[in-house]
């Protein structure tokens, strides 16, 4: 079974300024997919950016981007130029290839974004 | 193209009564699936689909009930309501790589449940 762990249960970031969230992960899996999804106060589940990981290269998403580390099963986000829409719940989740109904979450990440 | 829906948004039970949530999508997506997301927490997968007249569990299946006799749709009913079902359940939809698709989920936008 896989688990993925966000260790950051708040974060808040000045408008304009950078942040990253954190994500670690647990798989016996090689071939995977990683997701990153954002849930503001509407709890609508909007995906923010996704990795596979037989990719080397890093997924970039105009503002968002990943640090993927496979070998230490790490997957973390960085917003840069920070917007007031970008406060909102983060999960990151966990996608075995071929298993495209069964996504794992994380717990979730609350970001502020301050004016 | 209305992409995910679900209905109701709002419900609220007694405990023992049972209802079905509604999820339809218009999207053509082979797979679908039911998770709930509790006060908190990520989501957690109750039972999906990969094509009309398949369905299998998932990680939280106890107390409810899927069928998928069309691709389009994929209800899930409580069959006797609990408060520990209280929650918001989401529907999610998928076209895998094989089928031309992205393997992508794209998400409903969900039901929120109370069962008193």
């Known amino acids: 079974a896989q688990t993925v762990t966000q260790s950051q249960p708040e974060m808040s970031v000045q408008e304009a300024e950078t942040v990253t969230l954190s994500c670690t992960y647990d798989t016996s899996e090689n071939n995977y997919y990683l997701f990153w999804y954002k849930q503001p106060p509407s709890r609508q589940m909007i995906l923010v950016i996704r990795?596979?990981?037989?990719?080397?290269q890093n997924a970039t998403e105009n503002r968002f981007s990943v640090n993927f580390q496979k070998a230490a099963k790490s997957f973390s986000l960085k917003i840069s130029d920070s917007q007031l829409g970008d406060t909102a719940m983060y999960f990151c989740a966990f996608m075995k290839l071929m298993a495209g109904n069964m996504l794992t979450f994380g717990g979730g990440t609350r970001l502020m974004v301050k004016p | 193209n209305a992409g995910v829906t679900q209905t109701p948004k709002f419900q609220v039970l007694k405990t023992g009564q049972s209802m079905t949530l509604q999820c339809a999508q218009d999207m053509n997506h082979e797979y679908m699936s039911w998770y709930r997301q509790d006060p908190g927490m990520g989501l957690r997968l109750i039972h999906y689909s990969v094509g009309a007249g398949i369905t299998d569990q998932g990680e939280v299946p106890n107390g409810y009930n899927v069928s998928r006799s069309t691709t389009e749709d994929f209800p899930l009913r409580l069959l006797s309501a609990a408060p520990s079902q209280t929650s918001v359940y989401f529907c999610a939809t998928l076209r895998p790589l094989g089928g031309g698709g992205t393997d992508t989920q794209y998400f409903g936008p969900g039901t929120r449940l109370t069962v008193l």
């Open positions: 990795q596979e990981a037989y990719k080397q």
